[in-house]
């Protein structure tokens, strides 16, 4: 049923939500020769906790992080809230939490990209985006879904792609490292950007911590505080660069891309830095034709969470404010639950921005959706 709507009323979009997958994602979505090999969560021999990556134990338990609260707790994979992985207890969360639609994103798949062989990549995608599409079918006006998408191989990606186009999908996400050293703007990538624009899929690049990939973080940190401050910020500050300066933007201009849980205090900086190089070394990046800010501003997103008021008034000083999409992040650990929007409507209430909050919870967030 949804939120009371009354005559003024404008419909609330979490454009950053996330489900747990499970176990049914790899017992019964994946193809059957793979199931030992996708990722899965379970128990070690010795009874702890894990991820599996190509039947090995990673040596990490992702379910502290992806239970409201329970960081540094033990809590197995077992203890995942029925809300993330169960669409009629999710509708009930968003109901409870004044949420008329969200977009999904996948929370153990965050961690795709740890695996190596392209099959089974492919085939991990496959059972994701599977089990997804018939999540969101419980409510299609309400549950949205972004599939994972196998960077590992180009051909299994675009394949992934028309998979995900032709069964309900909203888009695709993927990390922002390299997937074995593919830069964003490798020239085989120019088939992946293509396929989504053809399908009119909205790209979004989500990243997370846990991940054994090559990153900034991991090529110095080991103390996960460090690494979770870094992590998310720098690779996503890396990848606005690369999206924008490569003319990726100026080759696909009906492409959306969403650059997702990183804060969104750096932009203005990085913008205008980016703006600044142009102008001073352009010529080093001559597919770069028009102002950073202005391709950023005409195909780009960018989430915000509650508490981030202050740089939220930046970027809308910056005229940025039609960039920006709030996302709830349940049900991480970090999540504000219960009460995310109403944290997000006192913010805009202490910053005297309040006009712009329909702008960033429906607008905005249908836009990059591609609903208008």
């Known amino acids: 049923m949804g939120p009371i709507k009354t005559a003024d009323y404008t419909p609330v979009y979490d454009a950053d939500a996330h489900i747990c997958e499970p176990t049914s994602v790899w017992t019964e979505?994946?193809?059957?020769?793979?199931r030992d090999l996708i990722l899965r969560a379970g128990l070690k021999p010795d009874g702890g906790d894990t991820v599996f990556v190509e039947g090995v134990a990673n040596g990490t338990s992702a379910a502290p992080a992806c239970i409201p609260g329970a960081?540094?707790?033990?809590?197995?994979?077992?203890?995942?809230?029925?809300?993330?992985?169960?669409?009629?207890?999710?509708?009930?969360?968003?109901?409870?939490?004044?949420?008329?639609?969200?977009?999904?994103?996948?929370?153990?798949?965050?961690?795709?990209?740890d695996i190596k062989r392209a099959d089974v990549a492919a085939a991990n995608a496959r059972a994701y985006n599977r089990w997804m599409a018939d999540f969101v079918t419980e409510d299609t006006e309400r549950?949205?879904?972004?599939?994972?998408?196998?960077?590992q191989s180009v051909d299994a990606?675009?394949?992934?792609?028309?998979?995900?186009?032709?069964?309900?999908?909203?888009?695709?996400?993927?990390?922002?490292?390299?997937?074995?050293?593919?830069?964003l703007y490798s020239p085989e990538m120019d088939r992946v950007w293509s396929a989504a624009e053809d399908h009119d899929l909205t790209v979004a690049i989500h990243g997370s911590f846990g991940s054994k990939m090559t990153s900034f973080a991991r090529t110095r940190y080991s103390n996960q505080f460090y690494v979770h401050m870094v992590c998310h910020p720098f690779e996503q500050m890396a990848s606005v660069m690369e999206v924008v300066a490569s003319g990726i933007l100026d080759d696909h201009p009906r492409l959306r891309v969403g650059f997702f849980e990183s804060g969104i205090g750096w932009l203005p900086f990085w913008l205008d830095r980016l703006d600044d190089h142009k102008e001073t070394m352009g010529h080093l990046v001559p597919r770069l034709k028009r102002e950073p800010t202005e391709i950023f501003s005409e195909q780009c997103f960018i989430t915000m969470e509650a508490g981030e008021g202050d740089a939220?008034?930046?970027i809308a000083d910056a005229g940025l404010a039609h960039t920006v999409v709030w996302g709830s992040d349940y049900p991480h650990y970090d999540c504000t639950f219960p009460g995310a929007l109403a944290e997000l409507e006192e913010t805009f209430d202490q910053i005297g921005r309040q006009h712009l909050q329909p702008e960033v919870l429906y607008s905005n967030a249908r836009r990059f959706m591609g609903l208008s």
Do not use: H
Not at 29 to 34: A, G, I, Q, T, V
Not at 143 to 151: A, I, N, R
């Open 143 to 151: 549950l949205y879904g972004m599939g994972v998408c196998p960077l």
């Open 157 to 183: 990606a675009v394949a992934e792609i028309e998979f995900m186009a032709e069964n309900g999908l909203t888009g695709m996400t993927f990390r922002p490292e390299r997937y074995n050293g593919m830069e």
């Open 312 to 314: 939220f008034a930046q």
């Open 71 to 113: 960081f540094g707790t033990d809590v197995t994979w077992d203890d995942i809230v029925p809300g993330s992985y169960d669409p009629a207890a999710r509708l009930e969360v968003m109901d409870d939490e004044r949420i008329d639609a969200a977009l999904m994103f996948p929370s153990l798949d965050l961690l795709a990209g």
């Open 29 to 34: 979505y994946c193809d059957p020769e793979f």
